[in-house]
């Protein structure tokens, strides 16, 4: 009963926080081992169980998504968060031979101003959203963060904002390709002759038979 | 949905999720042995091995399961699972028939399947990472670089079915279907087909566990049942991406007398799938780890991207 | 100009062509092999024609065949004689795990005692058990083939032409002895 009274607070005047739904009392409970699983995160000196954890925060968060029937965007939290982007640090732990067991150096002197950013926001955010609702009850039909209506919102109501949002992106991604490329021309070693080059890119008269 | 149907149908997809991939590999074990003028498995079970695959898995269990002194033990032992169990989720939305014919439909199912599929990747990489392997690492690196590379032009394929159909729902997308579809999507099916083989690193797309070079990549330290599990995905994953390209390209349970023989044709067009996959392991060489990243991004994204196109256009001549 | 992937849908081809043709595994242990009939699987012993010559023994490069013998003296037929004594093997072994199957011992048996046998089956788990004995040797006797038949046109072999010659030749000497007693 401490989770209730932990969410007591945020609205006391809720007509049903008396009597809990299951769907209520299973969303406190992801909740709480979201929130458990992110303090592991930004705690544990495993660099890749860091990034597991993550994994298991980022997986609560589209539970939590799914239990406010929104289910379009729990998937897409599934497909993009967890699919790519910690496949993407993986991988880039992986590259960097993250060691097995605990990093000394996995420390850092700004953990505190980290806490304090960390702890702003959350303020920010928990204040915002409870003076923004306070206790309206939202009733949660089924359907209602189906792809259908997520569609119709996105494309009928927020088209400009999406539409910007997708131009930033765009111009991120063009912006990364120039800065990879940027040392390509000119600076290229020209092969000499007779030797064999380390690091020479193999096949790349057989790339058109795969 | 009764309490009972529930049970029911979660029973039924486990025994698919059991008995179709011992299907798949057995049919693999003598498939590619008369393709290569061998005649594979003949003891186990009497008549011309059926019950191999029984015999390998009764070995794995007795097999003791062992962990590298220097590994991460829990990750390790975690690993297995996460590879495998993604693959028994998505089973559960694939519709076989029409009518509910299915293990539970999801709104957005492409979605959903998609999604799942790649949390199945991570098990790669944590064997991969936490085997203290050089090759296993190798191994998980290959696996990630592998799975970027081609989920892409695998969702953009797929999002030219949801966008021909109107739909993200994997029995909205059958019950829209056309014959004509088939000719219309046939570029998206191939790379939607050839990116799931990528992703579940099968021959010739195998780089990530080439036996000549990496051993066996991330599961190199792995013995016993949870081996058994790696390899178990492995060919759910075969199921699985036949399965969704039946559903997706080949209109799944459409053919002769849907309502009655619906879930015959499903299975049918699955397997006949399942059979070109093992077709193209017996036949095809590895592509090497530049062909591979080169293929992705030259050739099926930019296919891929053409589909999506030619899906749109046609899709508002239709419409208009 | 060749179709893009045409080679791909070659290998498929070829694939799918083996598939339909006949495996070419042999199924050893349920179906034995059909060995031809010169094959070199043992060295089989035919002890009753052996007479302790050690020509074999002696033309083994490796010196793989084990002989011994004994004299025994025979009595004399008749008074006059004298006492015959003849050779009698007491031990012919081969060791199968120094011999390198050149069959140089069965090709300089002048009494033809030594023979190929097509049986291979005869290992064993101690490589001192290769050592077989003449008892073994002889039982592989029986599973030596019999000799090709001859070319039709050929010669008539020297064994049988010297046989039909003496029974030809006692066969007259009958007849003519025949006629003598009658006449």
């Avoid at chain 2, 999720?17 to 057995?26: N, R, S």
């Avoid at chain 2, 799975?147 to 994997?170: D, F, K, N, R």
Wanted: hydrophobic letters at 55%; glycine letters at 8%; a neutral charge.
């Amino acid at each position: 009963m401490s989770l209730l009274a932990a969410a007591g607070p945020l609205e006391p005047a809720a007509r049903s926080f008396l009597s809990p739904t299951g769907v209520e009392i299973v969303f406190l409970l992801v909740g709480v081992a979201v929130l458990g699983a992110a303090l592991v995160t930004v705690t544990t000196r495993q660099l890749v169980h860091a990034a597991l954890w993550l994994v298991v925060a980022l997986g609560g968060l589209a539970v939590e998504f799914l239990l406010l029937t929104a289910e379009f965007i729990a998937w897409v939290q599934v497909l993009i968060y967890l699919g790519s982007v910690v496949v993407l640090v993986l991988f880039g732990l992986m590259l960097t031979k993250a060691p097995i067991g605990r990093s000394p150096d996995a420390d850092s002197g700004n953990r505190w101003a980290a806490l304090a950013v960390g702890l702003a926001t959350a303020g920010t955010l928990v204040t915002l959203v409870v003076d923004a609702f306070r206790t309206s009850w939202i009733d949660l039909g089924a359907g209602a963060g189906s792809a259908k209506a997520t569609g119709e919102y996105l494309f009928r109501h927020w088209v400009l904002p999406f539409e910007a949002l997708s131009v930033l992106l765009l111009a991120a991604l063009v912006g990364a390709i120039v800065l990879s490329r940027r040392d390509d021309e000119g600076k290229k070693p020209r092969p000499r002759p007779g030797k064999l080059r380390a690091g020479k890119p193999v096949g790349t008269s057989s790339g058109k038979e795969s | 949905m009764t309490f009972l149907e529930m049970l029911l149908r979660c029973v039924a997809v486990l025994m698919v999720f059991l008995v179709f991939p011992l299907v798949i590999g057995q049919t693999e074990h003598k498939v590619m042995a008369h393709m290569q003028g061998r005649l594979g498995p003949m003891y186990a079970g009497g008549f011309h091995g059926w019950a191999q695959l029984v015999a390998d898995g009764v070995k794995f269990v007795q097999k003791e399961d062992i962990v590298p002194a220097d590994a991460d033990r829990r990750v390790f032992q975690l690993a297995p699972a996460v590879a495998l169990l993604p693959y028994l989720v998505v089973l559960l939305v694939i519709p076989v028939g029409p009518g509910g014919f299915v293990g539970q439909a999801v709104d957005a199912g492409i979605f959903f399947v998609l999604a799942v599929m790649g949390i199945g990747v991570l098990g790669s990489l944590m064997a991969g990472w936490a085997s203290a392997n050089k090759f296993s690492l190798l191994g998980g690196l290959r696996t990630a670089a592998q799975l970027m590379a081609y989920e892409l032009p695998m969702l953009l394929a797929a999002a030219s079915v949801a966008m021909a159909a109107g739909t993200l729902s994997l029995p909205g997308i059958l019950e829209q279907f056309e014959w004509w579809w088939v000719p219309w999507q046939i570029v998206g099916a191939f790379v939607f087909f050839v990116a799931g083989l990528a992703e579940l690193q099968r021959p010739p797309f195998d780089m990530p566990v080439a036996d000549s070079e990496i051993i066996f990549g991330a599961y190199t330290e792995y013995t016993g049942i949870r081996f058994a599990f790696f390899l178990l995905s492995e060919y759910v994953g075969i199921l699985v991406i036949s399965a969704l390209t039946t559903v997706l390209f080949l209109g799944g349970w459409h053919g002769p007398l849907p309502d009655q023989l619906g879930w015959l044709w499903t299975i049918l067009k699955t397997f006949a799938l399942a059979l070109v996959v093992i077709w193209l392991r017996v036949t095809f060489p590895r592509l090497r780890e530049d062909q591979l990243m080169r293929f992705a991004w030259t050739t099926l994204i930019p296919l891929a991207l053409a589909q999506l196109a030619l899906t749109g256009i046609v899709k508002v001549a239709i419409t208009s | 100009m060749k179709l893009p992937g045409s080679g791909l849908a070659k290998g498929l081809a070829v694939t799918l062509r083996t598939m339909t043709k006949k495996t070419v595994t042999a199924q050893y242990p349920e179906v034995q092999p059909d060995l031809a009939p010169r094959t070199r699987g043992v060295i089989a012993l035919l002890e009753e024609n052996c007479t302790v010559c050690m020509l074999c023994a002696r033309e083994c490069p490796d010196w793989c065949i084990y002989i011994d013998s004994h004299k025994e003296t025979l009595p004399a037929v008749d008074p006059n004689a004298r006492a015959r004594t003849r050779n009698v093997l007491d031990r012919f072994a081969i060791d199968f795990s120094l011999c390198m199957y050149c069959g140089i011992c069965i090709e300089v048996c002048p009494f033809d005692a030594l023979f190929w046998s097509p049986e291979f089956e005869y290992a064993e788990t101690d490589i001192l058990e290769l050592t077989h004995e003449r008892d073994r040797l002889r039982e592989w006797m029986w599973t030596v083939p019999a000799p090709p038949a001859l070319d039709p046109a050929a010669e008539e072999p020297k064994e049988i032409a010297m046989a039909r010659k003496a029974a030809d030749k006692a066969h007259a000497a009958a007849a003519a002895a025949k006629a003598g007693d009658e006449s």
